[in-house]
């Protein structure tokens, strides 16, 4: 625990960066995106996807 809060208290504006994929350049110069994304765009693509809309 110790060892994690070294970077907050002893370097300036000391925060954990983001660990999601799209925030990581690295990912977006490979065109990685996370499977939300991935599924949302394959679900555009396809006629026979299933709707994001729930019936409730």
């Given at each position: 625990?110790a060892f994690l809060c070294?970077?907050?208290?002893?370097?300036?504006?000391?925060?954990?960066?983001?660990?999601?994929?799209h925030d990581s350049e690295?990912?977006?110069?490979?065109?990685?995106?996370?499977?939300?994304?991935?599924?949302?765009?394959q679900r555009r693509k396809?006629?026979?996807?299933?709707?994001?809309?729930?019936?409730?």
């Amino acid at each position: 625990m110790a060892f994690l809060c070294v970077k907050l208290f002893f370097l300036k504006d000391g925060r954990f960066s983001s660990q999601h994929i799209h925030d990581s350049e690295a990912m977006r110069q490979r065109d990685i995106h996370c499977v939300m994304d991935q599924d949302r765009e394959q679900r555009r693509k396809s006629r026979w996807a299933v709707s994001e809309r729930s019936n409730n």
